[in-house]
Nanobody
Framework: VQLQASGGGLVQAGGSLRLSCAAS????????VGWFRQAPGKEREFVAA?????YYADSVKGRFTISKDSAKNTVYLQMNSLKPEDTAVYYC?????????????????WGQGTQVTVSS
């Protein structure tokens, strides 16, 4: 499966962005899909994941929402109340089993990143 992430940009603190992860080659219906992010000089970290349930990192809980549009084979990450510490390159990833997992090494496919910059 090929993943294409998009939707990043520059936004002021308190603003919102919606990231998209479009899949081609296979449908998302039987996959677990996650969002990760990596800030400069830091390790890639888990943000959110979705299968039949959703799961969030504590740092984004209540501000970010992950959702899936099966008809469009796309997973979204709605990001509200953005903070400067949310600045990072955001990646989507897919696991070829419908499990919610949070480890970088647990995902089978990765999209290219999309830059999110939150100014203070």
């Amino acid at each position: 499966v090929q993943l294409q992430a998009s939707g990043g940009g520059l936004v002021q603190a308190g603003g919102s962005l919606r990231l998209s992860c479009a899949a081609s080659g296979r449908t998302f219906s039987s996959y677990g899909v996650g969002w990760f992010r990596q800030a400069p000089g830091k390790e890639r970290e888990f943000v959110a994941a979705i299968t039949f349930i959703t799961y969030y990192a504590d740092s984004v809980k209540g501000r970010f929402t992950i959702s899936k549009d099966s008809a469009k084979n796309t997973v979204y990450l709605q990001m509200n109340s953005l903070k400067p510490e949310d600045t990072a390159v955001y990646y989507c990833a897919a696991k070829a089993l419908p499990y919610v997992v949070t480890g970088v090494n647990e995902y089978d496919y990765w999209g290219q990143g999309t830059q999110v910059t939150v100014s203070s």
